[in-house]
């Protein structure tokens, strides 16, 4: 950067500041500053400051001073004394020279190694070295990213930098619109564990190896409405996943509500005073009322499962309490064993359903509910009129089985009449 002054004395002199990067060996160098272990692709670079007149070089010389936050005074001298000579021996194009020997030679000549050790002093404006250094290498790494195409592993398409993102936690890059709408999307859509990196090599990784993008990063992307509600949902997931939290179910309130211990079913929202039932979510109606979970089949079944996970039980034991699992346990297996009786003693009526059972008797059966004449043994209607012909009907599976499962009860020798008569 180059700025023209004229003096008092109307001389025209001619300064400015150039600003000079030291190339760096390997590309990434280890800095250590004060045991503190950093890997940088960019130091800080050279300032020159300098000022000549127009009679430079044939009568006046290039007066010039050098500064860098992280070198010390002793070195900095060595390289003034190194550019007084280059000066001495080459008049012409000296910020040329001067700025190919400080990036090129710069390290060598100072007998700089690395790991390079230093101190994490604080600089001018009271800003620390450490901090300098990273903001140099973040400044610097954008701009290279800016000016470097990349193919969006979305779209597919090639494009600037400038007019991409990469995710800071893995590296890869999208281009904006294909993130920012894919992230929106999911996002709006309740769907927040799939909020991570949509490359393939990051997809085929474990949740836990596959880590979402800081809300720092995620506001950038997708905004600050959307990266808030991304935080509510998170925040929502996990005091779900709380056994001692329910929620309140009145739809203006909904605040996470503690359980008492004291009490198996009883809520109170600390939000908006109400009193609500643990297992039905209703107003609280008392201990004595049998109430239903509201996904009764869906929580006696998860129980169920993992019998064999003393952890997962401790889980829903927590959160529903272990009196109503066990009540749930004791119902499901008495209706499982009704429903098993059921099946082996009774037959359905065709028409309205109701379970019928035979006590004694032939298989001709009227139910009582809605006066449906019906076989027992299939339990397919039947003929008012002549309710026995479905069991003289040569070639049907109740062909001659009127009296199949009577017993004594009946002599055998009237099916034979039976059938005459019909």
């Excluded at 009271?126 to 990273?134: P, R, T």
């Excluded at 859509?189 to 990063?217: F, T, W, Y």
């Excluded at 996943?241 to 008492?260: G, N, W």
């Excluded at 009764?296 to 272990?322: M, R, S």
């Amino acid at each position: 950067m180059y700025s023209s002054h004229r003096l008092t004395t109307g001389v025209e002199l001619i300064s400015g500041t150039l600003s000079v990067s030291i190339e760096i060996p390997n590309d990434t160098v280890e800095v250590i500053l004060d045991q503190e272990k950093m890997h940088l692709h960019y130091l800080p670079p050279i300032i020159i400051e300098f000022t000549m007149t127009p009679r430079y070089p044939l009568q006046d010389v290039c007066k010039f001073s050098i500064q860098n936050v992280w070198l010390n005074k002793d070195q900095l001298n060595v390289l003034k004394t190194r550019l007084h000579e280059i000066w001495e021996s080459e008049k012409n194009v000296i910020l040329y020279n001067f700025a190919d020997f400080l990036q090129h030679d710069a390290l060598s000549c100072l007998g700089v190694s690395f790991p390079l050790e230093l101190k994490n002093v604080t600089c001018s404006g009271g800003v620390s070295l450490k901090k300098i250094l990273e903001q140099h290498e973040k400044s610097c790494l954008q701009e290279t990213f800016v000016h470097t195409s990349y193919t969006c592993s979305i779209c597919m398409e090639e494009k600037k930098g400038e007019s991409c993102t990469q995710l800071s936690r893995c590296g890869h890059v999208f281009c904006k619109v294909c993130l920012t709408g894919y992230f929106a999307m999911l996002i709006r859509e309740g769907m927040i564990h799939q909020v991570r990196c949509p490359d393939l090599e990051c997809s085929a990784k474990k949740e836990d190896d596959n880590e979402p993008p800081s809300q720092e990063e995620l506001i950038l992307i997708v905004g600050e409405d959307l990266a808030n509600r991304y935080d509510r949902l998170q925040l929502q997931l996990k005091l779900q996943a709380d056994p001692s939290i329910t929620f309140c179910p009145r739809l203006q309130c909904q605040q996470p509500v503690l359980k008492d211990r004291n009490y198996d079913k009883l809520c109170i929202c600390s939000e908006c005073g109400y009193a609500f039932c643990l297992i039905c979510q209703k107003t609280w109606h008392g201990k004595q009322v049998h109430c239903q979970f509201k996904d009764t089949p869906a929580i006696l079944q998860q129980y169920l499962d993992c019998e064999d996970d003393p952890e997962e039980l401790k889980k829903l034991e927590a959160k529903y309490g272990k009196k109503n699992l066990d009540k749930l346990v004791n119902d499901y297996k008495i209706e499982m064993e009704t429903e098993k009786w059921k099946r082996e003693n009774t037959v359905e009526c065709p028409t309205c359903h109701i379970p019928v059972e035979k006590t004694f008797g032939c298989n001709h059966m009227t139910c009582q509910i809605c006066q449906t004449h019906f076989c027992f043994l299939c339990g397919s209607w039947v003929d008012p009129s002549h309710p026995y012909k479905h069991f003289n009907m040569q070639g049907n599976l109740c062909y001659m089985r009127l009296f199949e499962g009577a017993g004594d009860v009946y002599n055998l020798d009237e099916m034979d009449l039976l059938e005459v008569h019909d």
